[in-house]
């Protein structure tokens, strides 16, 4: 079983920048896809990247392509979300979770969710 925690949220003015972490325990933690969605108030949770086990493959939303990167590294069991360029619409929850495909972008592809941490961009 992994569990997974959020870290590295906080409040940032537009075009700052933020890295949001994902701390996993257990050893299999490289076998699995990771993935990162965010949810805003009264909206539904949505992907926004993800990343194969061994970090080869990563896929992102339209929304923040070009502005955020995902990276991963398994001797830490930690996933990273470099978030650039940010915007007061990328105010949200961000969550990380496992997968067994990097293919996924659907929340029920997704398991073992963390608590999330607070995003805030202010215009």
């Known amino acids: 079983q992994v569990q997974l925690v959020e870290s590295g949220g906080g409040l940032v003015q537009a075009g700052g920048s933020l890295r949001l972490s994902c701390a996993a325990s257990?050893?299999?933690?490289?076998?699995?896809?990771v993935g990162w969605f965010r949810q805003a108030p009264g909206k539904e949770r949505e992907f926004v990247a993800a990343?194969?086990?061994?970090?080869?493959?990563?896929r992102y939303a339209d929304s923040v392509k070009g502005r955020f990167t995902i990276s991963r590294d398994n001797a830490k069991n930690t996933v990273y979300l470099q978030m650039n360029s940010l915007k007061p619409e990328d105010t949200a929850v961000y969550y990380c979770?496992?997968?067994?495909?990097?293919?996924?972008?659907?929340?029920?592809?997704?398991?073992?969710w963390g608590q999330g941490t607070q995003v805030t961009v202010s215009a």
């Open positions: 990343i194969s086990g061994g970090g080869i493959t990563t």
């Open positions: 257990g050893r299999t933690f490289s076998i699995y896809a």
């Open positions: 979770s496992v997968s067994a495909s990097v293919r996924g972008m659907r929340t029920d592809e997704y398991a073992n």
